[in-house]
């Protein structure tokens, strides 16, 4: 069993920066990758950042040139770093890792972006 925790989630004016960690624990023996999602109220889950644990990311379009994902190997960590944020970036981010032969997700963290 494996378990992600997320932290760094918050309320933050727009234009404003937030940094979310997501930790994982447990009975981890391969990691190939960790992403980050959000869904919005009455919106789907929709994948935000990627990055294999080689280090290989991509973006979602609307958050590309302002979220960066990084992972800390050694700390089984991934980082969601989010700069010049807006209020549609409002959403329960979820941690999501790929974790063979598994697959688990985090409990998620409000990112709340409002004036």
């Known amino acids: 069993q494996v378990q992600l925790v997320e932290s760094g989630g918050g309320l933050v004016q727009p234009g404003g920066s937030l940094r979310l960690s997501c930790a994982a624990s447990?009975?981890?023996?391969?990691?190939?990758?960790m992403n980050w999602y959000r869904q919005a109220p009455g919106k789907k889950r929709e994948l935000v950042a990627h990055i294999t644990w080689g280090g290989k990311t991509n973006y979602a379009d609307s958050v590309k040139g302002r979220f960066l994902i990084t992972r800390d190997n050694a700390k089984n960590t991934v980082y969601l770093q989010m700069n010049s944020l807006k209020p549609e970036d409002t959403a329960v981010y979820y941690c999501?890792?790929?974790?063979?032969?598994?697959?688990?997700w985090g409990q998620g963290t409000q990112v709340t972006v409002s004036s």
């Open positions: 447990g009975n981890i023996f391969t990691i190939n990758a």
């Open positions: 999501y890792g790929d974790f063979p032969p598994y697959e688990y």
